[in-house]
């Protein structure tokens, strides 16, 4: 490779490292951003004034730099340089979203899609929407830089394909993005709900500015997890990294459907901790049982926890140690500074968020855990349709330059 080559890679390269952090950091003073790139102030200054130029970023104001009384011009994203489709397809459900250059969300809408329904009905479905969405909003197609689109595992990311995701019966090595490139006439992406949720929240949510963040999403039956490691999803072979359901937590525990015993999903799913309340009531004399101790919901479990109930007391401090042993796990192998806990369980049970955060917390080793966040997500249901607009900006932000850049 000529020099030449050399150093227009290189040009290319730091004006993306450039326009992704003023995407992630926005509003940010250019003196602070040369403290995040590692790029010289010159770098910087040169790169930052080609994209204001091309109307990619903007100008937002001065901030005071410390430097003899010279203010920082401070920048930010155009909201307007381009816009990105993000799709979250899962069991039953299909849920798009329509966002700007910032990730704000222009329109979002969920509809039914049953699981029964073809790859071809799929395509017709989000063809709809997309043109629904862009004449709403009255945007060009031209000037929408991609799609993302969060579906279920197992998947081949690099190739686009849905391998065979359950529950979609007749969905066998589903091409999905190819597809929906040659429908929709722009480019697309995929990768796995979680991987996205934990990119929405290092984009958009409470983990910007983290380097390194680990999300869990926690449903009443199945846990997921997705790790960004260096701002960037980490895949592992066969796109298979973060599966922290199928993390081992009690070796002579309940079989899963996995085949394995003793599993996280199946130690804390809600079944098997309804059942567990009933049996220690049910055993227990002189203790104040609900009246109905055989209709009890994972919802009561947790507000009689946090009332003091010492039954469902022990069944939440038992479910939050589950989930510590397999965060300590994920904190020994890749030290993440923040750990973001998603999904129905965590939003019906601070509780069980402050208990997990204890225990990481007064783990001896490593002895940085005791400043590693553990935090609700703060992004909602929206969080997977964020990531996907959040991959769609990463993977495809190179065509945001202009053509002599
Ligand atoms: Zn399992």
């Not at 770098?43 to 920082?72: C, D, F, H, K, P």
């Not at 849920?95 to 969920?110: I, S, T, W």
């Not at 049970?349 to 955060?357: D, G, K, N, R």
């Not at 001896?364 to 900006?393: F, N, R, T």
């Amino acid at each position: 490779m000529n020099d030449g080559i050399n150093s227009k890679v290189m040009k290319v390269n730091n004006a993306l490292l450039v326009l992704e952090t003023i995407m992630r950091r926005g509003p940010i003073a250019r003196n602070e951003l040369t403290g995040l790139v590692g790029l010289t102030q010159v770098s910087v200054i040169n790169v930052t004034n080609a994209l204001l130029e091309a109307g990619i970023i903007v100008e937002v104001g001065r901030a005071n730099s410390g430097n003899q009384g010279r203010r920082s011009m401070v920048v930010d994203i155009n909201e307007h340089a381009f816009y990105c489709f993000g799709m979250e397809l899962s069991v039953g459900k299909l849920v798009c979203g329509l966002g700007d250059a910032r990730g704000r969300l222009l329109q979002f809408e969920e509809i039914k899609f049953p699981s029964r329904s073809s790859a071809e009905m799929l395509l017709d479905k989000v063809d709809e929407l997309v043109e629904e969405f862009l004449k709403n909003n009255q945007i060009d197609k031209r000037r929408i830089l991609g799609m993302g689109i969060a579906v279920p595992g197992p998947l081949d990311v690099q190739e686009g394909i849905m391998i065979n995701p359950p529950n979609f019966p007749g969905w066998k090595n589903v091409p999905i993005r190819r597809m929906l490139e040659e429908r929709l006439g722009f480019r697309v992406c995929l990768d796995k709900e979680t991987n996205l949720a934990a990119l929405a929240e290092s984009f958009y949510g409470v983990s910007v500015g983290y380097k390194t963040s680990f999300f869990m999403s926690l449903f009443r039956l199945g846990i997921g997890g997705g790790l960004v490691a260096e701002n960037n999803i980490f895949h592992g072979f066969c796109d298979g990294a973060g599966e922290v359901g199928h993390m081992t937590v009690e070796s002579s525990g309940r079989k899963c459907g996995c085949g394995n015993y003793g599993c996280l999903e199946t130690m804390i799913a809600e079944d098997y901790l309804i059942e567990q309340v009933r049996h220690l009531y049910k055993i227990g004399v002189e203790i104040e049982r609900p009246e109905d101790i055989d209709g009890i919901t994972l919802e009561e479990i947790f507000e009689r926890s946090s009332n003091g109930d010492d039954v469902c007391e022990d069944v939440v401090k038992q479910t939050a140690v589950y989930i510590s042993i397999a965060i300590g796990n994920i904190v020994n192998l890749f030290s993440p500074e923040m750990i973001v806990l998603g999904g129905p369980l965590p939003e019906m049970s601070t509780q069980l968020v402050e208990l997990v955060a204890d225990r990481i917390h007064s783990k001896k080793y490593p002895s940085h855990c005791k400043d590693i966040k553990i935090v609700k997500s703060v992004l909602g249901p929206q969080v997977y349709v964020k990531g996907a607009i959040a991959l769609a900006e990463k993977t495809f932000l190179s065509y945001v330059l202009p053509e002599n850049f």
